[in-house]
């Protein structure tokens, strides 16, 4: 049996180049892949677990793209990843803006969204991966474990902080 059930990832900052501070990655074109990620999520995939990106989009409600800009990104995300043999199990989207919805993390809304779908996965057998503390305290109320993306030393309620996806994964799966 796999150790793991599911790895919830953020997306920008995690998976992908962010987007400056209060700027969106808006389009196909401005998707880049950081460094290692595609073989971290490949090895996540073999794994057996299943693979889930969460991820706040508020600019949808701020009026600087649509939901399908969203979804072109996100397939755009799977074409990089499908190079390196990888691939998303699901995307789950908050595109609303903050303290009106309950799935904008902090809140646990989009993972709670993707486990009642996937009524097998069991939330201690899965973990949140994300560079931001909003998505550790995301992954925490939803029960799941939590692992930041962020320098050793840096105050986080996550179990554990790592430099980037791929050392995250590797420590995770050995
Ligand atoms: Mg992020
Ligand atoms: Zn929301």
Redesign the pocket.
């Known amino acids: 049996m796999a150790a793991f059930d599911a790895f919830f990832l ?5 998976i992908n180049r ?1 987007a400056a501070e209060g700027s969106y990655v808006t389009s196909p074109s401005e998707l880049h892949l950081l460094p290692g990620t595609g073989p971290a999520v490949a090895a996540l995939n073999a794994s057996g677990a299943k693979v889930f990106v969460v991820t706040n989009q508020r600019g949808v409600a701020r009026g600087l793209m649509g939901p399908a800009d969203v979804e072109a990104v996100d397939a755009q995300l799977d074409r990089l990843l499908a190079a390196h043999g990888a691939h998303v199990d699901a995307y789950y989207v908050c595109p609303h803006e903050t303290g009106t919805c309950d799935c904008r993390k902090p809140l646990p809304g989009l993972l709670l969204q993707a486990l009642a779908r996937h009524p097998g996965l069991s939330p201690a057998r899965c973990v949140m991966v ?3 503390e909003t ?1 550790v305290d995301a992954g925490l109320a939803a029960g799941t474990r939590a692992v930041r993306l962020a320098p050793g030393g840096t105050p986080s309620r996550a179990e554990a902080c790592y430099p980037d996806l791929a050392a995250a994964v590797a420590a995770l799966l050995a």
């Open positions: 953020d997306r920008d900052g995690t962010k994300g560079d931001a998505d």
